[in-house]
């Protein structure tokens, strides 16, 4: 076990006690940076042949990182030390990939030189263009990015040899360059425009809206403060520990998969309601509500056992206090609806009076439910002419540097092995094979044969 003595400190082990074999096994205590410590169970299976039992991973540490920091309790989310709401108001997207990426903030000259390499990277291979146009037309655009991204392996095979720190930085660069425009063209696939090239003269932002937006038959002007809102939308959405998506991408990267192909696994996970699909799944259910006088039937549907409805947007594995994105998205929905004169919109009073009623309920008290960074994301989106189809797909973009930041991270780690969870086994015990004629005549695969 190569021993992490430098995360130590003074901890004193634990002692784990078998009462039936009257065993009793040291646990080393290793101890962060912050956050809390955690117990190296490393040799526990070859020292007490047991395993550790945790579905979900709620009380797991799958890994050491120094990339992003969350403290669930206070609602704070750092990456590399800076608060997300000091890079919220004072960084840009680029500089945050280069600081998750990097370890540190750019110097002025540094920043340029990166902006410039990612700004180089965003067209596509011509080539790929004909991979659109075998999906259908109502092709939702996450499965397109998830079909796109995973055949960037089939195209850049100079940038897939992750034992190499030039291709790891190749890869890196691409992915965070062109996923921004893959995502802008499955919008305009989905819609039946033509793609539309990115531009160099302008930002990550400006281009994003520009790929989408604009067509060629009339100049597309940026409005500058929807280009900060989106900007601000990337950096909040950047990176996030070890979620589900950033766990797939790393779980797939363990194997050696190429870069590409771990990205696209990670896309396939956020898609999921529970996670980044949460943001579309917001929109569809204030609208279901429909109106203020509605919210109180639906908030006893959220309460109720035997009710699947959840509300969306609400709870969070790690955070038991606001999100502090959500606060962020709160301002820039705010700011946004107003410079499109739309704070009159529906949605938005429903979700400000359904946050301040839930707030104040009991249930949601006890169980520290409070809305994360999706219940307030959509109402930006929706008010920018985004469809919902496409909530998700901004939530990849701007994922796409923590996840392959993440991934780098996991590459470079001295010992790194392939993920490889044990199990509970709760099946058959051993049987002898039984002939066919010998089988019960009456078949239990009711629902294949819907048999009598
Ligand atoms: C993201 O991990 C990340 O960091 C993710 C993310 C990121 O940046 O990568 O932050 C992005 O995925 C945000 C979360 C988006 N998802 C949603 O908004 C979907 C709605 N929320 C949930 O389904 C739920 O809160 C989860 C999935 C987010 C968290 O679920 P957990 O931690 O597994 O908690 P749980 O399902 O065990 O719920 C605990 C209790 C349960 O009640 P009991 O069984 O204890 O009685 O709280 C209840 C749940 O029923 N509960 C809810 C609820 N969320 C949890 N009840 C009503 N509405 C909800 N939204």
Redesign the pocket.
Known sequence: MADYEEYKKDSKPLTLFNDETGQSFQIPVLKGNDGPDVLDIRDLYKETGMFTYDP?FTSTASCKSSITFIDGHKGILRHRGYNIKDLAANSDFIEVCYLLLHGELPSSTDKEKFEKVITDHTMLHEQLVYLYRGFRRDAHPMAIMVGVVGALSAFYHDSTDFSDLNQRMIASHRLIAKIATIGAMAYKYSIGQPFVYPKNNLSYAENFLHMTFSVPTEEYKVNPLIANAIDKFFIL?AD??Q???TSTVRLAGSSGANPFACIAAGIASLWG????G?NE?VIQMLEEISDIKNIPEYISK?KD?NDSF?????????YKNYDPRAEVMKKIAHDVLKELNKLEDPLLKIAIELEKIALQDQYFID?K?YP???FYSGIILKAIGFPTSMFTVLFAIGRTVGWISQWKEMIEDPINKIGRPRQLYTGSQSREYQQLETREKKSIFKWLWKSK
Do not use: C, T, Y
């Open positions: 979900g959405h996030h520990e979620n589900a998506s309601p529970a996670h980044g949460a799944a959220a056992k959840r509300l969306m947007g609400f709870g969070h594995r790690v169980k439910l994360n960074v999706d």
